[in-house]
C-alpha cells in the first residue's frame, strides 16, 4: 500500500478510469493512511466530549474553573473489581476494575454525593435495570430499522455517550434506542468460600429454610419436590463432610419429595459468617461471598439455585422463578459475567394458576442456552439431559452486546457515587458499561493545543484567537506516584490508547500530543524524569511545516511544599482537583508577568474539612452569570445540574420531587457544601413560583411539571426599582469597634412587604456615620420613621477610656437615636416567610435594590454552623459569623414587625432609661 502514488488520483478523471480492484486497494490505503495519522496527531480529529464541554474552548477568561462531577451511581451498585463483582460504595483506591478488557484501569479516586440525589431507572427489554444521576454517562445507539430481532438492528458504529436526562425525554416507541451492555469482566483467583460452599449456598436460598424461633432456631432442612434423589444425597455427604448430624425422610402425603434435616448451632454460625443470612420469601438476596467468588464459586451457585427453583423446557430453555426481585436481578446481573443474557419479568398473582404472590420469571433462551449449559449446567441429570450439546459461539453476537432500551423515569433519591479510573474511563456495573468525567481531558487538550500549535479541526478558529507561540505550561496534580504517572502522563503520549472500542475505533482516543512535537519524535528525548519536564516543539497553525520553537511543560503535585512553587513564568498553569490557597495564589503570581491563564478542574469535595471556601470566592462566584460577573473569570459545569446550558424540559423534569434546599444547590449555582444557607429561597436571578406546589419550579410547556397547574408566576428578590418618598422607612445599624459600621434602610409599603433601598459602611466615628447617612436619606428623599441598633453592641462600651459610654450613647449624640433591637432568632424565619411570592400580589414581600451589592452577597453566603454545647446533646444550628451582618438587620426589623399603618402614625416617643427628658 505505502508504494501507492496518491498525487496522480487528484484528477477525477483518473479515478472514473480505475477497475473495482484498484478502486478498492486505493479506499484501503487511504484508511490505512487516515488511521495512522490519527495515531500521530489525535489532537486534531478531537471531539469535546459534550456539548457544554465545548464551552471550555470558548472561554478566553484568565481564570476558568471547570467543575464537574463523577458522582452517578447508587448504592449497591456491582462495579466488577480484582476483588469480585464489589459494591460501588465498597470499591477502594487501588482496585482493578474489568472494562473493555480484563483488568485495564485502576481506580484513582471515589466520589460521594453528601445528600441523596434525584435517580432516574433506565430498563432494557431483556429486564435489565439500572440507576443513575442525571448525569450519568451511557453508550447508546440507533437502530437500523424496525426489526423483531431484539439487539441485531442497533447501529453500535454510530453510538455515543448520552446523559440520563436526556434519555429521560427520548420516546422510545418512536425512535429506538440501544444501550451497551459489559462484557463477562474477569474473575477474583481466590475467595472466602468453596465452590462446594456456594452450591449448597443456591440449594438453601432456592428450596432451603429455618424452621423456627426460640430453642428450634438453628433448626434448618432442605426439601425437594423431585423424585430424584441426587440432591438430597448430595446435601447429606455436603453435611457429613461439616460433622453435621442430619436425618433424611419422605414428605408425608406425598407419592414423591423429600426433606433432609439438621440443627447445629456451630453450623449456623459459620453460614451466618459467610452471610447466608436468614432471609425469607421477597427478601432473599445473593450472598456477599458469592458476589466476590471466582468463576468456578459463581458457576456453582448459579447451578444449586437452578437445581432447586429452575428448570430446563423442550423449548430448549432455562427458567428461574423466585418471589425475590433483588436476588433475581442479581442472578440476573451475575448470568451477564458468563456472557450470559436473560429475560426477566414480573408474573402477578394468579389463583387459578396456583400462583398466590407475585415472583419475577427469569428465562434464558437461543445460543444462550449452549453458553449456558458450557459454563453453568445443571446436577440432576432429568433436567441436564434438556440442554442442547452444541457448543456456544466463541464470540458474542450483537444482539448479547446490546439491548434494546424500554424507558428512562424518574425513581426516588439516593446517594450516589463515582470512581476515576485510570488509564481508560470505562468499568463494568450491573451489566452495563459505565464512563468517568471528562473535565481533566479537556483541559488537557486546550493546554496540549496551545503549547503546540496542533489544533483540533473542528476548533481551529477557537483556539487561532488564543495562540501565542511557544509558550510554557505548569500541570499541577494531586500525587506524582498515583495521579501523574498512571493517570496523566499516559493521556499525552501518543502511542497510549484510551477508549471502549479496540485501538483506532471511534469510541476512544490516543495520546493528545503528536509524535511530530516531540524531539526528534521521541517521548524519551522530550521527557525528562528527574525534572518532570516535558518539551514539545510548537509549530506554525498557519503553516504546518514551520517549526516557532519548543514549548516547555513542568508537572509538580499538591504534597509539595508551596514554596517550591514560587519561581517560573508561566502562560497556562492547569490545576487537577482543588489546590490548597497558598499554592493557588503563588499560581496567580507566576502568570502575572506575561497574562497567563489559570485552569481549574475539579470536583467539589464532600469533606466540608477540605478547605474550598476560597473557591467559591474567588472563582465560582465571580465567574456564574450574574450581574456580579467578573469578565476575566469563567465558570464551566460539566456534570452538574445548575449549568446554564442544559436543556431546561429535563432540568424540570428531574428536579421536581426535589426540596428548596436542593434546588438553589442544583438548579441555581450554589456548590453543595453550601446548602445549608438559612435563606434558601433567596435568589438574584429570574425564577419561577408554583402556588398550588408552595415551591420553585422550572416550567415546562408553561404549567408545572409536578402538578400540572398553570397558576405560576416569576420572581427575582434582587433587581432596580424606584423609591418611593412617601413609605415610611426604617434605618438598621450594626456598630462594630474593629471593622466599619454597617447599615441599611428599608422602606415599608402599603401591603407591608419591604424593600430594601440602599445599605452603607462607614469605617469612621459615629459623626462620620451620620454626615454619610443625612446625605444618603437627602438624596433618596427617604421618611425614616424608625431607627434600630445591633442591641449586643449597642449596649458594648464604645471607648476603653470612657466605660460608662456605650455606642448608642455614641449614636445618640452625634444625632442618630436609635431603639435597640430584638435578636430572637424567630426573625429569620420571618424572613424567609417575607421572601415567598405572595399568592395575591404574585411577588414576594422582601426586594433587594440591584444597587445593595453586598447585601445580596451575605444574604447568598449566609449559612447554618454546626454546633454542640456538649457530647451527650443533639446538634444545635448556629448562624456562622460569617456573612452575618446585613442578613441580621433584616432579622432584627422583622423582630420588630413594622407596619405601614405603625410607622405612617408618626414615630413613637423613645424613652431612655436613667435619661430623663423635660422639665421637674
Same mark, same amino acid.
Given at each position: 500500500?505505502?508504494?501507492?502514488?496518491?498525487?496522480?488520483?487528484?484528477?477525477?478523471?483518473?479515478?472514473?478510469?480505475?477497475?473495482?480492484?484498484?478502486?478498492?486497494?486505493?479506499?484501503?490505503?487511504?484508511?490505512?493512511?487516515?488511521?495512522?495519522?490519527?495515531?500521530?496527531?489525535q489532537?486534531?480529529?478531537?471531539?469535546a466530549?459534550s456539548?457544554?464541554a465545548?464551552?471550555? =474552548?470558548?472561554?478566553?477568561?484568565?481564570?476558568?474553573?471547570?467543575?464537574?462531577?463523577?458522582?452517578?451511581? /447508587?448504592?449497591?451498585?456491582r462495579?466488577?473489581t480484582?476483588?469480585?463483582?464489589?459494591?460501588?460504595e465498597?470499591?477502594?483506591?487501588?482496585?482493578k476494575?474489568?472494562g473493555?478488557?480484563?483488568?485495564?484501569?485502576?481506580?484513582t479516586?471515589?466520589?460521594?454525593?453528601?445528600?441523596?440525589?434525584?435517580? &432516574?431507572?433506565?430498563?432494557?427489554?431483556?429486564g &435489565?435495570t439500572m440507576?443513575?444521576?442525571a448525569?450519568?454517562?451511557n453508550?447508546v445507539? *440507533?437502530?437500523?430499522?424496525r426489526?423483531?430481532?431484539?439487539? %441485531?438492528?442497533?447501529?453500535y458504529?454510530?453510538?455515543e455517550w448520552?446523559?440520563?436526562?436526556?434519555l429521560?425525554?427520548?420516546?422510545?416507541?418512536?425512535?429506538?434506542? &440501544?444501550?451497551?451492555m459489559?462484557?463477562?469482566?474477569?474473575?477474583?483467583?481466590?475467595?472466602?468460600?468453596?465452590?462446594?460452599?456456594?452450591y449448597?449456598?443456591?440449594?438453601?436460598?432456592?428450596?432451603?429454610s429455618?424452621c423456627? #424461633?426460640?430453642?428450634?432456631?438453628?433448626?434448618?432442612?432442605?426439601?425437594t419436590?423431585?423424585?430424584?434423589?441426587?440432591?438430597i444425597?448430595?446435601?447429606?455427604?455436603?453435611l457429613?463432610?461439616?460433622?453435621?448430624?442430619?436425618?433424611?425422610?419422605?414428605?408425608?402425603?406425598?407419592?414423591?419429595?423429600?426433606?433432609?434435616?439438621?440443627?447445629?448451632?456451630?453450623?449456623?454460625?459459620?453460614?451466618?459468617?459467610?452471610?447466608?443470612?436468614?432471609?425469607?420469601?421477597?427478601?432473599? #438476596?445473593?450472598?456477599?461471598?458469592?458476589?466476590?467468588?471466582?468463576?468456578?464459586?459463581v458457576?456453582?451457585?448459579l447451578?444449586g439455585?437452578?437445581?432447586?427453583?429452575?428448570c430446563?423446557?423442550t423449548?430448549?430453555?432455562?427458567v428461574?422463578?423466585?418471589?425475590? &426481585?433483588?436476588?433475581?436481578r442479581?442472578?440476573?446481573?451475575?448470568?451477564r459475567?458468563?456472557?450470559?443474557?436473560?429475560?426477566?419479568? !414480573?408474573?402477578s398473582?394468579n389463583?387459578?394458576?396456583?400462583?398466590p404472590?407475585?415472583? $419475577?420469571?427469569?428465562?434464558?433462551?437461543?445460543?444462550?442456552?449452549?453458553?449456558?449449559a458450557?459454563?453453568?449446567?445443571?446436577?440432576?441429570?432429568?433436567k441436564?439431559?434438556?440442554?442442547p450439546?452444541?457448543?456456544?459461539?466463541?464470540?458474542?453476537?450483537? %444482539?448479547?452486546r446490546?439491548?434494546r432500551?424500554?424507558? /428512562?423515569?424518574?425513581?426516588?433519591?439516593?446517594?450516589?457515587y463515582g470512581?476515576?479510573?485510570?488509564?481508560e474511563?470505562?468499568?463494568m456495573?450491573?451489566?452495563?458499561?459505565?464512563?468517568n468525567?471528562? !473535565?481533566?481531558?479537556?483541559?488537557?487538550?486546550?493546554?496540549?493545543?496551545?503549547?503546540?500549535?496542533?489544533?483540533?479541526?473542528?476548533?481551529?478558529d477557537?483556539?487561532?484567537?488564543?495562540?501565542?507561540?511557544?509558550?510554557?505550561?505548569?500541570?499541577?496534580?494531586?500525587?506524582?506516584? +498515583?495521579?501523574?504517572?498512571?493517570?496523566i502522563?499516559?493521556?499525552?503520549?501518543y $502511542?497510549?490508547?484510551?477508549?471502549?472500542?479496540?485501538?483506532?475505533?471511534?469510541?476512544?482516543?490516543w495520546?493528545?500530543?503528536?509524535?511530530k512535537?516531540?524531539i526528534?519524535?521521541?517521548?524519551?528525548?522530550?521527557w525528562? +524524569?528527574?525534572?518532570?519536564r516535558?518539551?514539545?516543539?510548537?509549530?506554525? *497553525?498557519?503553516?504546518?511545516?514551520? @517549526?516557532?520553537?519548543?514549548?516547555?511543560?513542568?508537572?509538580m503535585?499538591?504534597?509539595q511544599d508551596?514554596?517550591d512553587?514560587?519561581?517560573?513564568?508561566?502562560h497556562?498553569?492547569?490545576?487537577?482537583?482543588?489546590? !490548597?490557597?497558598?499554592?493557588?495564589?503563588?499560581?496567580e503570581?507566576?502568570?502575572?508577568?506575561?497574562g497567563?491563564?489559570?485552569?481549574?478542574?475539579?470536583?467539589w469535595?464532600?469533606?466540608?474539612?477540605?478547605?474550598?471556601?476560597?473557591?467559591?470566592d474567588?472563582?465560582?462566584e465571580?465567574?456564574?452569570?450574574?450581574?456580579?460577573?467578573?469578565?476575566?473569570?469563567?465558570?464551566?459545569?460539566?456534570y452538574t445540574?445548575?449549568n446554564?446550558?442544559?436543556?431546561?424540559?429535563?432540568?424540570a423534569?428531574?428536579?421536581?420531587?426535589?426540596?428548596? #434546599?436542593?434546588?438553589?444547590?442544583?438548579?441555581?449555582? %450554589?456548590?453543595?457544601?453550601?446548602s445549608?444557607?438559612? =435563606?434558601?429561597?433567596?435568589?438574584?436571578?429570574t425564577?419561577?413560583w408554583?402556588?398550588t406546589?408552595?415551591?420553585?419550579?422550572?416550567?415546562?410547556?408553561?404549567?408545572?411539571p409536578?402538578?400540572?397547574?398553570?397558576?405560576?408566576?416569576?420572581?427575582? =428578590?434582587f433587581?432596580?426599582?424606584?423609591?418611593?418618598?412617601?413609605?415610611?422607612?426604617?434605618?438598621?445599624l450594626?456598630? =462594630?469597634?474593629?471593622?466599619?459600621?454597617?447599615f441599611?434602610?428599608?422602606?415599608?409599603?402599603?401591603?407591608?412587604?419591604?424593600?430594601?433601598?440602599?445599605?452603607?459602611?462607614v469605617?469612621?466615628?459615629p459623626?462620620? @456615620?451620620?454626615?454619610?447617612?443625612?446625605?444618603?436619606?437627602?438624596?433618596?428623599?427617604?421618611?425614616?420613621?424608625?431607627?434600630?441598633m445591633?442591641?449586643?453592641?449597642?449596649?458594648?462600651?464604645?471607648?476603653?477610656?470612657?466605660?460608662?459610654?456605650?455606642?448608642?450613647?455614641?449614636?445618640?449624640?452625634?444625632?442618630?437615636?436609635?431603639?435597640?433591637?430584638?435578636?430572637?432568632?424567630?426573625?429569620?424565619?420571618?424572613?424567609?416567610?417575607?421572601?415567598?411570592?405572595?399568592?395575591?400580589?404574585?411577588?414576594?414581600?422582601?426586594?433587594?435594590?440591584?444597587?445593595?451589592?453586598?447585601?445580596?452577597?451575605?444574604?447568598?453566603?449566609?449559612?447554618?454552623?454546626?454546633?454542640?454545647?456538649?457530647l451527650? !446533646?443533639?446538634?444545635?444550628?448556629?448562624?456562622?459569623?460569617?456573612?452575618?451582618?446585613?442578613?441580621?438587620?433584616?432579622?432584627?426589623?422583622?423582630n420588630?414587625?413594622?407596619t405601614?399603618?405603625?410607622?405612617?402614625?408618626?414615630?413613637?416617643?423613645?424613652?431612655?432609661?436613667?435619661?430623663?427628658?423635660?422639665?421637674?
Amino acid at each position: 500500500m505505502s508504494a501507492i502514488d496518491l498525487t496522480r488520483f487528484h484528477d477525477p478523471e483518473v479515478l472514473k478510469t480505475l477497475s473495482d480492484e484498484e478502486l478498492g486497494r486505493l479506499i484501503g490505503h487511504a484508511t490505512d493512511l487516515t488511521a495512522e495519522d490519527r495515531k500521530l496527531n489525535q489532537i486534531l480529529y478531537y471531539r469535546a466530549a459534550s456539548e457544554r464541554a465545548e464551552k471550555v =474552548h470558548y472561554s478566553t477568561a484568565g481564570i476558568v474553573g471547570v467543575g464537574g462531577g463523577n458522582r452517578c451511581q /447508587v448504592a449497591g451498585t456491582r462495579v466488577i473489581t480484582n476483588r469480585g463483582a464489589i459494591a460501588i460504595e465498597e470499591v477502594s483506591k487501588g482496585d482493578k476494575v474489568a472494562g473493555r478488557q480484563r483488568w485495564p484501569g485502576v481506580v484513582t479516586d471515589i466520589h460521594k454525593s453528601s445528600e441523596p440525589m434525584p435517580i &432516574y431507572r433506565l430498563t432494557t427489554k431483556r429486564g &435489565y435495570t439500572m440507576f443513575g444521576s442525571a448525569e450519568h454517562m451511557n453508550l447508546v445507539c *440507533p437502530s437500523r430499522r424496525r426489526d423483531w430481532h431484539n439487539g %441485531q438492528d442497533a447501529d453500535y458504529k454510530a453510538a455515543e455517550w448520552l446523559e440520563l436526562s436526556a434519555l429521560a425525554r427520548h420516546d422510545f416507541e418512536k425512535s429506538w434506542r &440501544y444501550i451497551a451492555m459489559s462484557a463477562g469482566g474477569g474473575f477474583p483467583e481466590t475467595c472466602e468460600i468453596t465452590p462446594d460452599d456456594s452450591y449448597f449456598f443456591g440449594l438453601m436460598i432456592g428450596d432451603g429454610s429455618y424452621c423456627g #424461633t426460640g430453642y428450634r432456631r438453628h433448626v434448618m432442612n432442605y426439601t425437594t419436590h423431585s423424585d430424584d434423589i441426587v440432591l438430597i444425597l448430595w446435601v447429606s455427604r455436603y453435611l457429613s463432610q461439616h460433622d453435621v448430624k442430619h436425618r433424611i425422610a419422605r414428605k408425608s402425603g406425598r407419592t414423591n419429595g423429600a426433606y433432609i434435616a439438621w440443627c447445629s448451632a456451630r453450623f449456623a454460625k459459620w453460614l451466618v459468617e459467610r452471610d447466608l443470612q436468614r432471609q425469607r420469601g421477597p427478601y432473599k #438476596t445473593i450472598p456477599e461471598t458469592v458476589w466476590r467468588g471466582t468463576r468456578a464459586v459463581v458457576a456453582a451457585f448459579l447451578r444449586g439455585f437452578a437445581d432447586s427453583d429452575g428448570c430446563a423446557t423442550t423449548k430448549p430453555s432455562v427458567v428461574y422463578i423466585n418471589r425475590s &426481585y433483588e436476588l433475581m436481578r442479581g442472578v440476573h446481573i451475575l448470568l451477564r459475567r458468563f456472557g450470559i443474557n436473560a429475560s426477566l419479568r !414480573k408474573q402477578s398473582a394468579n389463583v387459578r394458576h396456583k400462583r398466590p404472590n407475585d415472583t $419475577w420469571r427469569l428465562e434464558i433462551c437461543g445460543a444462550n442456552v449452549r453458553r449456558y449449559a458450557a459454563e453453568i449446567g445443571f446436577l440432576l441429570p432429568s433436567k441436564t439431559a434438556r440442554l442442547p450439546n452444541k457448543p456456544p459461539p466463541l464470540k458474542p453476537t450483537v %444482539q448479547q452486546r446490546w439491548d434494546r432500551i424500554i424507558s /428512562v423515569e424518574p425513581d426516588d433519591e439516593q446517594t450516589v457515587y463515582g470512581l476515576t479510573i485510570s488509564p481508560e474511563p470505562h468499568y463494568m456495573a450491573d451489566g452495563f458499561l459505565q464512563h468517568n468525567s471528562s !473535565k481533566t481531558e479537556t483541559c488537557i487538550v486546550e493546554a496540549v493545543a496551545l503549547s503546540t500549535g496542533v489544533f483540533p479541526m473542528d476548533y481551529h478558529d477557537l483556539f487561532m484567537k488564543k495562540f501565542r507561540g511557544p509558550i510554557n505550561v505548569r500541570m499541577i496534580c494531586e500525587s506524582l506516584t +498515583t495521579t501523574l504517572y498512571p493517570t496523566i502522563l499516559p493521556k499525552l503520549q501518543y $502511542w497510549r490508547w484510551s477508549g471502549i472500542d479496540q485501538q483506532g475505533g471511534k469510541r476512544g482516543h490516543w495520546g493528545w500530543i503528536p509524535k511530530k512535537c516531540l524531539i526528534d519524535g521521541s517521548w524519551d528525548k522530550s521527557w525528562k +524524569t528527574d525534572l518532570r519536564r516535558l518539551r514539545v516543539l510548537c509549530y506554525d *497553525p498557519e503553516n504546518p511545516d514551520r @517549526v516557532l520553537g519548543e514549548s516547555y511543560w513542568q508537572h509538580m503535585s499538591y504534597d509539595q511544599d508551596p514554596e517550591d512553587f514560587a519561581s517560573g513564568t508561566f502562560h497556562i498553569i492547569l490545576h487537577d482537583e482543588p489546590p !490548597k490557597y497558598a499554592i493557588w495564589q503563588e499560581s496567580e503570581a507566576r502568570v502575572l508577568d506575561v497574562g497567563g491563564r489559570l485552569l481549574l478542574a475539579m470536583t467539589w469535595p464532600d469533606d466540608p474539612a477540605i478547605a474550598v471556601d476560597w473557591i467559591f470566592d474567588e472563582i465560582y462566584e465571580k465567574g456564574r452569570p450574574g450581574p456580579n460577573k467578573d469578565p476575566n473569570v469563567d465558570w464551566f459545569e460539566l456534570y452538574t445540574t445548575e449549568n446554564v446550558h442544559m436543556d431546561q424540559e429535563v432540568i424540570a423534569t428531574k428536579t421536581a420531587s426535589w426540596n428548596a #434546599t436542593k434546588r438553589q444547590v442544583r438548579m441555581f449555582g %450554589q456548590p453543595i457544601r453550601f446548602s445549608n444557607r438559612i =435563606h434558601p429561597l433567596y435568589t438574584d436571578t429570574t425564577q419561577f413560583w408554583c402556588f398550588t406546589c408552595g415551591r420553585t419550579i422550572i416550567p415546562v410547556k408553561q404549567e408545572c411539571p409536578t402538578c400540572g397547574d398553570k397558576e405560576y408566576s416569576e420572581f427575582c =428578590h434582587f433587581r432596580e426599582f424606584e423609591t418611593q418618598p412617601s413609605f415610611p422607612a426604617v434605618f438598621l445599624l450594626d456598630p =462594630h469597634p474593629r471593622k466599619p459600621h454597617m447599615f441599611m434602610w428599608v422602606q415599608i409599603d402599603g401591603n407591608d412587604d419591604w424593600w430594601v433601598v440602599a445599605e452603607g459602611e462607614v469605617d469612621e466615628d459615629p459623626t462620620q @456615620v451620620r454626615a454619610y447617612v443625612d446625605d444618603v436619606e437627602g438624596n433618596l428623599s427617604l421618611n425614616v420613621q424608625l431607627r434600630l441598633m445591633d442591641p449586643n453592641m449597642g449596649r458594648s462600651p464604645s471607648s476603653a477610656t470612657k466605660r460608662e459610654s456605650n455606642w448608642q450613647d455614641e449614636f445618640a449624640e452625634a444625632g442618630l437615636v436609635c431603639d435597640l433591637a430584638d435578636d430572637g432568632s424567630v426573625g429569620r424565619a420571618k424572613v424567609n416567610e417575607m421572601l415567598r411570592p405572595d399568592e395575591f400580589t404574585k411577588r414576594p414581600r422582601l426586594h433587594i435594590h440591584s444597587r445593595c451589592l453586598n447585601t445580596n452577597t451575605q444574604i447568598h453566603r449566609y449559612a447554618w454552623d454546626e454546633f454542640r454545647q456538649s457530647l451527650d !446533646k443533639d446538634l444545635k444550628q448556629k448562624p456562622r459569623e460569617k456573612y452575618d451582618d446585613y442578613p441580621t438587620l433584616l432579622k432584627y426589623l422583622a423582630n420588630w414587625n413594622p407596619t405601614f399603618s405603625a410607622l405612617s402614625g408618626g414615630r413613637k416617643i423613645i424613652q431612655r432609661p436613667g435619661k430623663r427628658k423635660g422639665a421637674y
